[in-house]
């Protein structure tokens, strides 16, 4: 089975700076390379274990609208990045509030 079909939903290219907001309460900024309405992929500079906890925001302005999305997720996939860049990561959304889950339907719905 191929990524796309396992994949619940479409994958979008970004480049949105993020923060990441761990149960510790560190704050720390992260920056989202794609989005869908499951979850995001992030790289950040550290490796953030699978399965950890992780609340995360972007306002990424599009099509002149800006937009703050809040969401909590769990980490599903952790790899290093090539040149000691740091790591990227999966995120999977576990908590959206509604509003926030239509905003980021629309953000999504103006990149098809």
């Known amino acids: 089975m191929s990524e796309d ?12 700076s993020s923060r990441l907001l761990f149960p510790d309460k ?3 900024a ?3 390379r ?3 309405s499951g979850g995001v992929g992030f790289e950040y500079q550290d490796q953030i274990p699978v399965g950890k906890d992780v609340n995360i925001e972007f306002s990424p302005c599009v099509k002149g609208k800006q937009y703050l999305i809040r969401a909590k997720g769990v980490v599903t996939f952790s ?12 995120l999977k959304f576990t908590l959206i509030p509604r509003e926030q889950f239509e905003q980021l339907t629309e953000i999504l719905k103006a990149f098809e």
């Open 79 to 90: 790899m290093i990045m090539a040149g000691s860049a740091g790591f990227t990561h999966g």
């Open 26 to 28: 560190r704050i720390v």
């Open 30 to 32: 992260a920056r989202v």
């Open 5 to 16: 079909q396992r994949r619940k939903s479409k994958r979008f290219k970004v480049s949105w």
């Open 34 to 36: 794609d989005v869908s």
